[in-house]
């Protein structure tokens, strides 16, 4: 760690609240960078920079230029709100061939490279370090294992885990967000507009046990492309990406609050992001029938369900009744992972015919190799059969290639005006603002783990942590909605059936939780269909929001609380944690009048049968307190519409 005394100040810049600063200062000839929140040091001063072939920054000659900067802006297809506002305080220092900007807000601060050089840029390497002073907790994410041993080379999901820095494991890779917690302050490192350039990753130092450093991809020089699923890479560069010369790379972004409940709310990485130019109006979020994660469960229909046409009409059947705008056709709809060959059991015009009268959309599952190179043609080809997206699974690397493939493959979409969600991906970066048919990203520890994995691991408390890290990044494809639920003592992996652990009002509840503009329905049309009332409630959740609030008593691991509010409706979410959790709701917020409150929460026997559950629908007003208690693992949805 540097000595304070042997640092000079570059640049300093406060948020407009006062609260959040961020300092970049001169120690020899390295920079270094510090984090502070109401005067206390966060971060250390812990060296960044960036190498690019054939320019010497020019550090004891930095010119510095103040601004301040309002990113305040309408975004209707945001998943937290409809207007952002946001304003920043900043500083750009120009090295001579490289600059630095930093900002601050009052959600955080940030701070980005640029180049202006003719022609192409090598970028060699980018120098990062994370020292958090004070010894926080830590709420992070390993890789899950590595593909011949590469890191670099792993899905992004595995369980959250919570403990200290010197406990992270030197030897594996954490990918972002990493979220750090103090006695009074939170605060998130996240990244965005993440363009042609590898994803930053982190591993523990092992010279300095309080220390992360950066983990970061050089650029592929081949792979192995033998399998349709998977592109491997074999051999890598000594560089990280050869790019445009004058360009600005991505925003290295500290969110700041005062609670975990302060960072759930904040919208730098959107905020931060280039918004969409050109017209898409087109896009509507929209919830998904999903076949699956279910097994293509259908029951009570004359006819043997799997991957064949009288399936797939009757999901869309289903969909059309309940209101679902899509349904997806996952894997299997294509012969041998080959994406223009459809199996003999397939009448794909059939099926779009059918959707088409019910007024439902197809959404195609494939794997990114199938599609590399290959966009216009199968866009073009899909989109003029009445194809309306397309699920893209399995990039599971985070290198300049993947980053580029990401953008490049968002726009031939707009192009041709399909929709996209990215599955076996990194966590979102701000792509969907700027290609607004980008709707949902994996990157989580989702619900499809539940098919494979035992009752070994908590997914109770790793769905509050992903909360507090994963949903800090964006659209967030968890795909909740199990109507077989056991409590964590009785839960089972179970492939053909699965199940989710925790209550059903759990499930409910992560429909409000979790954002995305691409929600999946994970269950079965039978399944759902023998409760309609619940089914119809789920079915009405919205995916963008006018306004998301995390209340202040949300903690990661116990319970978490969150108020959303579209048109005139109010709803409220909740999760409990492995002990048994009292909500009071003051509705003093709500207009004049009387609400009607349709409350779906745990029953006295959820803890055991967690399947049971109440449905209720009261009369309230904003003098009312609503008081919920939820079982161990439970949670509950509430929706509050004003009464004509």
């Given amino acids: 760690m540097l000595p304070q005394a042997t640092l000079a100040a570059l640049m300093t810049v406060t948020s407009p609240d006062g609260k959040n600063t961020l300092t970049i200062a001169k120690e020899g000839e390295v920079l270094v960078y510090s984090v502070s929140r109401q005067g206390k040091e966060l971060l250390a001063p812990s060296p960044i920079g960036l190498e690019v072939k054939g320019v010497t920054p020019k550090l004891a000659e930095a010119k510095v230029t103040t601004f301040a900067k309002d990113f305040s802006a309408d975004v209707p297809l945001y998943t937290k709100?409809?207007?952002?506002?946001?304003?920043?305080?900043?500083?750009?220092?120009?090295?001579?061939?490289?600059?630095?900007?930093?900002?601050?807000?009052?959600?955080?601060?940030?701070?980005?490279?640029?180049?202006?050089?003719?022609?192409?840029?090598?970028?060699?390497?980018?120098?990062?370090?994370?020292?958090?002073?004070?010894?926080?907790?830590?709420?992070?994410?390993?890789?899950?294992?590595?593909?011949?041993?590469?890191?670099?080379?792993?899905?992004?999901?595995?369980p959250h885990q919570r403990g200290k820095l010197s406990g992270v494991d030197p030897k594996r890779?954490?990918?972002?967000?990493?979220?750090?917690?103090?006695?009074?302050?939170?605060?998130?490192?996240?990244?965005?507009?993440?363009?042609?350039?590898?994803?930053?990753?982190?591993?523990?130092?092992?010279?300095?046990?309080?220390?992360?450093?950066?983990?970061?991809?050089?650029?592929?020089?081949?792979?192995?492309?033998?399998?349709?699923?998977?592109s491997r890479v074999t051999a890598r560069t000594d560089y990280l990406v050869r790019t445009q010369g004058t360009r600005a790379y991505p925003w290295r972004i500290f969110m700041m609050a005062d609670t975990p409940a302060g960072l759930y709310d904040c919208d730098l990485v959107e905020a931060l992001s280039e918004p969409a130019t050109g017209d898409f109006s087109w896009v509507k979020p929209g919830q998904v029938a999903w076949e699956w994660w279910n097994h293509w469960g259908l029951d009570g229909v004359p006819f043997k369900p799997g991957v064949n046409t009288a399936t797939y009409k009757a999901y869309i059947d289903f969909a059309a009744e309940y209101g679902i705008p899509y349904v997806i056709m996952d894997e299997g709809w294509a012969k041998q992972l080959d994406v223009m060959t459809i199996i003999p059991e397939i009448d794909l015009p059939a099926i779009l015919a059918h959707a088409k009268a019910k007024g439902v959309g197809i959404v195609l599952w494939c794997t990114w190799q199938q599609l590399i190179g290959r966009q216009e043609e199968i866009f073009s080809h899909y989109a003029k059969m009445g194809v309306v997206g397309f699920k893209i699974d399995f990039l599971d690397r985070d290198d300049a290639k993947v980053a580029d493939f990401i953008y490049t493959t968002a726009a031939i979409a707009a192009k041709h005006k399909l929709l996209i969600a990215y599955h076996g991906v990194h966590k979102p970066t701000g792509v969907s603002r700027t290609f607004p048919n980008v709707l949902a990203y994996e990157g989580v520890w989702g619900l499809e783990q539940a098919k494979w994995t035992?009752?070994?691991?908590?997914?109770?408390?790793?769905?509050?942590?992903?909360?507090?890290?994963?949903?800090?990044?964006?659209?967030?494809?968890?795909?909740?909605?199990?109507?077989?639920?056991?409590?964590?003592?009785?839960?089972?992996?179970?492939?053909?059936?699965?199940?989710?652990m925790g209550t059903r009002c759990r499930q409910a509840a992560l429909f409000v939780i979790y954002d995305t503009n691409f929600q999946m329905l994970c269950d079965s049309p039978s399944a759902y269909a023998r409760e309609p009332a619940f089914t119809r409630l789920l079915a009405a959740?919205?995916?963008?929001?006018?306004?998301?609030?995390?209340?202040?008593?949300?903690?990661?691991?116990?319970?978490?609380?969150?108020?959303?509010?579209?048109?005139?409706?109010?709803?409220?979410?909740?999760?409990?944690?492995?002990?048994?959790?009292?909500?009071?709701?003051?509705?003093?917020?709500?207009?004049?009048?009387?609400?009607e409150a349709t409350i779906v929460r745990d029953s006295p026997i959820s803890e055991s049968v967690g399947s049971d559950y109440i449905q209720e629908t009261r009369t309230v007003t904003a003098k009312d307190t609503l008081k919920i208690d939820c079982a161990p693992g439970g949670g509950f949805l509430i929706r509050l519409t004003p009464r004509r």
């Avoid at 701070?111 to 090598?122: K, N």
């Avoid at 972002?176 to 998130?188: D, F, S, Y």
């Avoid at 994803?199 to 033998?226: C, H, I, W």
């Avoid at 942590?465 to 179970?494: E, H």
């Fill in 81 to 158: 709100r409809s207007r952002i506002e946001l304003k920043a305080n900043g500083a750009t220092a120009d090295f001579g061939g490289l600059t630095l900007t930093a900002i601050a807000t009052d959600q955080g601060v940030a701070y980005r490279w640029g180049s202006a050089l003719q022609g192409e840029a090598e970028v060699r390497s980018e120098t990062f370090a994370l020292t958090p002073k004070e010894d926080p907790d830590l709420l992070y994410g390993y890789n899950n294992g590595a593909w011949q041993g590469d890191l670099l080379q792993n899905s992004f999901e595995t």
């Fill in 173 to 230: 890779l954490v990918y972002l967000p990493i979220t750090l917690l103090w006695k009074n302050a939170a605060m998130a490192l996240t990244e965005a507009e993440l363009r042609d350039f590898p994803g930053l990753n982190l591993r523990r130092s092992e010279t300095e046990t309080g220390r992360f450093v950066q983990l970061m991809a050089p650029y592929p020089t081949a792979e192995d492309g033998k399998s349709r699923r998977h």
């Fill in 454 to 500: 035992g009752n070994g691991i908590d997914f109770i408390t790793n769905d509050i942590r992903i909360a507090f890290t994963r949903v800090l990044a964006g659209p967030t494809d968890f795909t909740p909605g199990a109507m077989r639920n056991a409590p964590r003592q009785t839960f089972r992996a179970n492939y053909g059936r699965p199940m989710s």
């Fill in 541 to 595: 959740v919205p995916q963008t929001w006018d306004d998301t609030r995390c209340d202040p008593s949300s903690e990661p691991d116990t319970r978490l609380l969150v108020r959303r509010t579209k048109g005139k409706d109010v709803w409220y979410a909740a999760l409990a944690g492995n002990k048994k959790q009292t909500f009071e709701i003051p509705l003093k917020e709500l207009g004049e009048g009387t609400y």
